[in-house]
């Protein structure tokens, strides 16, 4: 604990007594939202892949990955799967960017891990309505 040992002195008017009390941290809020940002995309990646691992054993148990439009599906999954792994590599290379490195570099990264998860989204959400059906 700290004291004070300067004499005390009355306020002027309009001015604030201050306190000497323990610094709070200091959050640099641009990184928290990068953080944030970058759990929420891999958090969508993970739910989208186990939506897909789903599917495809959905696709197993039906025996409809034996016709024509379960390996046409089937295909399309696999493609999914690869674009979520590319996904995986972009986060992994925003998240291994140094703290002062071009916000140009994460954003067009970004970019492309969003329009591989969009893909990625209408490829699963193809699938689903396959299975969907009775």
């Known amino acids: 604990m700290r004291y004070d040992l300067r004499p005390m002195t009355?306020?002027?008017?309009?001015?604030?007594?201050t306190?000497?009390?323990a610094s709070p941290e200091v959050v640099d809020l641009a990184q928290a939202r990068d953080a944030r940002r970058?759990?929420?995309?891999?958090?969508?990646?993970?739910?989208?892949?186990?939506?897909?691992r789903r599917s495809l054993a959905r696709l197993f148990?039906?025996?409809?990955?034996?016709?024509?439009?379960?390996?046409?599906?089937?295909?399309?999954l696999l493609l999914a799967h690869q674009?979520?792994?590319?996904?995986?590599?972009?986060?992994?290379?925003?998240?291994?960017?140094?703290?002062?490195?071009d916000t140009g570099d994460a954003a067009a990264l970004y970019a492309e891990a969003q329009s591989l998860l969009a893909r990625t989204t209408e490829l699963t959400a193809r699938c689903g309505?396959?299975?969907?059906r009775p």
């Open 19 to 21: 306190t000497r009390a």
């Open 61 to 76: 148990q039906t025996g409809l990955i034996y016709t024509r439009q379960g390996a046409r599906l089937a295909r399309d």
């Open 38 to 52: 970058l759990r929420e995309f891999q958090v969508r990646c993970s739910g989208v892949d186990e939506v897909n």
């Open 83 to 101: 674009h979520l792994l590319r996904v995986g590599d972009l986060l992994a290379r925003i998240g291994e960017l140094p703290e002062g490195a």
């Open 129 to 132: 309505a396959v299975l969907a």
């Open 10 to 17: 009355q306020p002027t008017r309009g001015a604030r007594e």
